[in-house]
């Protein structure tokens, strides 16, 4: 993912924290309700979130919240 994920020019910084947490306590449901709100903003980047977190992906998702400093920790 790397540079495709770019959470702090275009996404509120709650949702990033919000999904943070979630993939955080490894609660893909909670994570797949933050990113349908993500996709009100930008279903792209939504459709990459939901194929991660299908995927179990979650430490490249973490890894980009925390690298633009959005996390909740």
């Known amino acids: 993912?790397?540079?495709e994920m770019c959470i702090r020019d275009?996404?509120?910084s709650q949702l990033a924290s919000d999904l943070h947490s979630?993939?955080?306590l490894g609660n893909p449901k909670g994570a797949q309700a933050v990113?349908?709100?993500i996709a009100d903003h930008d279903e792209p980047l939504a459709?990459?979130?939901r194929r991660l977190v299908k995927n179990y992906e979650f430490d490249e998702i973490i890894d980009a919240i925390e690298a633009a400093g959005l996390s909740s920790a």
Do not use: K, T
Request: proline share 7%; aromatic share 0%; no cysteine.
């Open 35 to 37: 990113i349908e709100a």
């Open 10 to 12: 275009s996404r509120p």
């Open 1 to 3: 993912m790397g540079s």
């Open 22 to 24: 979630a993939l955080m």
């Open 47 to 49: 459709d990459e979130l």
